[in-house]
């Protein structure tokens, strides 16, 4: 039983297509060996565990978060501070000083001699002198309570005295809590009669034998059991046999190699950074953690910074991590998608590593996504060959060459009973007598008589000034390399992995050529983000989140790109794109994707002009602007004068009045100045947005915590 409840999953990430020989398109992978990292101190994990995670406003770290006002509370300095708690002792020493000398008058002794019975008044008499001196006490008490509160003194006592001097309280996570309300515990299996797979589970992490990936794999297949997909008996029987190991990945991990940054799989979140305590902040947020889960990145997010911003280190790198992660626990399908050593994890973080131009790679790449639908074949192909050179206008998009390659795609696979490769798809576009004569002989055979009329009316089309089959075998030619020659095959001798395994908990990486094929780059990276926009939106199981990690997105935002990209959430998935610059968009396609994509990052050494675009998404708030006015006092009188003379020899300034206006003003939230040079190196600002609708402002994000 794997981690999605199935019972045999170990050839479940092969292509569902058939072939008619060869290897399956996606083999099942191999156990890992039993040296797994070792398990975390019992102790350790449990206390991880039942640490308070409340709920917060979007993009917070939940683990361990302790809720802060909206609002900032008024702080008095602590120069004014300590120099008013002087003050207010001095008054207070002074009225009690004019009080005992009798400067005042008698009239605070009337209670006590009202008091005092003619009994008490010899001045010997204990009883007299007792009560004389606690009305004394009672009188310097209420004057010391008076200025005390004055001056602050209970800040000060708080501020610098013992409270703030003892270590803050253990966190409530510390506390054992009730075993009703233990998630060590496993309330949810005792209630549902299932407390033998419970107490297992409750002994191994006692034991020290679970970790975080085990937790979150157990709770997933325990949801499965609860939406009726597998039945109560076979999740217990799994876990009472094998405890913490229990619904295992396909590929028999339990955890990743190594990690980089901080995870909390109980919320999903990866945490990326900390919010600076920056004025242009909400108060809530300064000082807080910043993490990303599947909840915001299920509205996508684009992250732009020139070269060595940290792009790749501080963003794409943790989150390829944490949904690797999360496809162990069975949670999540990943594709990142980089040059060659670009720096987005290991291979053995990995499932499936596709290494293009490089022979030693065990796994191709599907050019034709897996379908055997040709117009859907064509429509994908199109949009990675072309999808650049369509303008983005309302009726100029790639149907064009959608049409073209339908029109040879179709009749192809009806002959062969499979796609044509690279080279023979070259060949057809370019219109070759033999290759297309051959076509017609065997439809002719067949009796195809549909697919000769589309046959004859790509060769009548060929002949056409404009015909765009010239521009499409072009862009093919790229990938007729020799350094391709072992790739992209459609005959079944190698493994191709298609983006159709994207319904099961698969970790994917692609690798593209990284020097001297940078326009083939370009059109596998459309490719994958085509195949993926479409394989999406046809999961069968979209309680599965699917994200592709795209680390370079130059030439890739395409009007279909973007189109696609907004169809994501509606689908349980999202994408991740980075860029160097908002120059490599086209620019009428800039303001739709900064549109489409719910979470937006500026990193620093942003320009100008690519400031002003997310200014402009950002919008603009309401704030308090403060006009302060100096006005010199003229002073009429002799004595003024004289005093104002005297003034200025002290401070060398002359005598003047303040005024202060304040005023509602609608600015910027950040302007692209502020974007372009008011952002310190190792930050970024960050706007978030959930799937639920939920927004964060744009965060000015300290993003150091990660980097190497």
């Known amino acids: 039983m794997d981690s999605d409840g199935n019972r045999d999953a170990r050839g479940t990430h092969a292509n569902p297509v058939p072939r008619p020989a060869g290897p399956p398109r996606m083999p099942a992978m191999p156990p890992r060996p039993p040296s797994a990292p070792p398990p975390p101190d019992g102790s350790a994990f449990l206390s991880w565990l039942r640490t308070p995670r409340p709920d917060a406003a979007p993009g917070v770290w939940r683990f361990g978060y302790r809720p802060r ?9 602590g120069r004014q501070l300590l120099s008013g708690a002087v003050i207010a002792f001095l008054v207070g020493w002074l009225i009690w000083s004019l009080l005992w000398n009798g400067y005042l008058g008698g009239w605070w002794l009337l209670p006590l001699y009202a008091m005092i019975p003619e009994s008490w008044v010899d001045p010997h008499s204990f009883t007299a002198v007792v009560v004389v001196y606690a009305y004394y006490t009672l009188v310097a008490g209420t004057i010391m309570v008076g200025v005390g509160r004055l001056g602050r003194w209970s800040e000060i006592w708080r501020r610098y005295g013992p409270p703030a001097w003892r270590p803050r309280p253990a966190a409530a996570g510390e506390r054992a809590p009730a075993p009703e309300e233990d998630p060590a515990a496993w309330p949810a299996l005792r209630a549902a009669g299932a407390a033998d797979a419970a107490e297992r589970l409750a002994a191994d992490a006692r034991a020290g034998l679970m970790r975080d990936v085990d937790h979150a794999r157990i709770v997933r297949a325990w949801q ?33 190699p190594g990690r980089q940054a901080r995870h909390d799989l109980v919320t999903g ?62 949670r999540a399908a990943v594709v990142a998608v980089g040059a060659a050593g670009a720096g987005i994890g290991p291979a053995d973080s990995y499932d499936v590593v596709v290494r293009i131009g490089n022979p030693d790679s065990v796994y191709d790449l599907d050019l034709y996504g897996g379908t055997t639908d040709p117009d859907e074949a064509a429509a994908v192909l199109a949009e990675a060959l072309v999808g650049d050179l369509t303008d983005p206008q309302p009726g100029n998009d790639s149907r064009r060459a959608t049409t073209v390659l339908a029109q040879l795609l179709g009749p192809f696979r009806a002959v062969h009973d499979r796609f044509p490769s690279v080279p023979e798809l070259r060949q057809l576009l370019d219109g070759a007598p033999e290759p297309l004569a051959a076509l017609r002989a065997a439809l002719r055979r067949a009796g195809q008589e549909s697919l000769l009329r589309e046959l004859d009316a790509r060769e009548r089309q060929l002949a056409h000034p404009g015909d765009v089959a010239g521009v499409l075998a072009d862009r093919v030619a790229l990938l007729d390399r020799p350094a391709f020659a072992g790739f992209f095959d459609t005959s079944g001798q190698s493994r191709p992995f298609s983006l159709k395994a994207l319904d099961h908990p698969v970790r994917v990486r692609v690798d593209l050529p990284a020097r001297g094929h940078a326009d083939a780059s370009r059109i596998l990276a459309r490719l994958v983000l085509a195949q993926f926009t479409a394989s999406v939106a046809v999961r069968e199981d979209r309680s599965l989140f699917a994200c592709l990690l795209l680390d370079d997105a130059t030439g890739v935002v395409t009007p279909e790109a973007v189109r696609g990209i907004q169809r994501l959430r509606s689908g349980n998935a999202g994408a991740v794109l ?44 309401w704030t308090e602007a403060r006009d302060v006015t100096d006005r010199q006092i003229i002073a009429d009188s002799p004595a003024g004068k004289a005093w104002h003379a005297v003034r200025r020899v002290i401070t060398g300034k002359a005598a003047t009045a303040r005024a202060v206006t304040v005023r509602q003003v609608e600015r910027e939230r950040w302007s692209a100045s502020d974007l372009a040079h008011a952002v310190p190196p190792g930050h970024a600002v960050l706007s978030l947005t959930s799937v639920r609708g939920e927004h964060a402002p744009p965060l000015l994000v300290d993003l150091r915590e990660n980097q190497a």
């Open 69 to 77: 006002p909206d609002e900032e509370p008024e702080t008095i300095p």
């Open 224 to 256: 499965g059991v609860r939406t009726g997909r597998h039945s109560l008996a076979t999740f217990t029987g799994a876990v009472l046999k094998d405890g913490a190991a229990a619904c295992p990945h396909p590929s028999g991990a339990r955890d990743l």
């Open 269 to 330: 979140q990866v945490r990326l950074g900390t919010t600076a305590d920056d004025p242009r902040n909400p108060y809530a947020y300064r000082g807080t953690g910043l993490a990303l889960g599947p909840e915001l990145l299920g509205t996508s997010l684009l992250a732009v910074g020139p070269a060595g911003s940290g792009k790749t280190g501080t963003v794409v790198r943790p989150l390829a991590e944490s949904l690797c992660l999360h496809a162990l626990a069975g």
């Open 578 to 621: 980075t860029l160097r610059s908002l120059d490599d968009v086209p620019r009428p396609l800039r303001g739709p994707l900064l549109g489409a994509t719910g979470c937006r990052m500026a990193l620093a050494g942003l320009t100008p002009w690519d400031g002003q675009d997310f200014a402009e998404v950002w919008g603009k708030e």
